[in-house]
């Protein structure tokens, strides 16, 4: 991944050992490189801190989502980082609960979601974002997924995601 100089990362808006142990998880648990798990978590970190404040439903790629879960499972740090960076709770709502319809389809929401991370300065790893998570598009700006949402796994078009 290439970051310019400005693009801000989300590995910096946790500290150090909060984030070493988030990525030795997703590395032992998903069988991860160590190189891979910390741009998953990274970009997990980057989505979440987006999803803040965002005025339309974001949606991780399959991918950035092992970091979203994982991060969950530290719930004491997690609810800190969402208050911290948002002000409240970022829910993770499943798609059996029915709360927004699909109206996306995963390459379109890939593409919203890389370019508001872009527009709110964050580094966006192209590798990692090449499928959408099963979405549901949840009232607290982020989607999540479980269950037949009608969604499908299609890879990002790469000279088609906007800048």
Known sequence: MTVAVEDLTG?????????????????KEH????????????QALAFLATCAHATEPLAPSDTVDIGW???ILYTREYAA???????????????????????RTPVDSMSATMKVMRKAGFAVDLPLWTASAKCNQCREGCTHSSGDTGCHHHPVRTDTVPA
Do not use: W, Y
Not at 11 to 26: A, H, M, P
Not at 31 to 42: G, S, T
């Open 31 to 42: 069988a991860k490189p160590c190189e891979l798990a910390v741009r998953i978590m990274d």
């Open 81 to 103: 980082f969402c208050d911290r960076v948002a002000g409240r709770f970022i829910h993770h709502e499943p798609a059996d609960t029915g709360v927004i319809p699909v109206n």
């Open 11 to 27: 590995q910096g808006l946790v500290s150090e050992d909060l984030f070493n142990r988030l990525v030795s998880r997703i590395a």
């Open 69 to 71: 879960h994982t991060f």
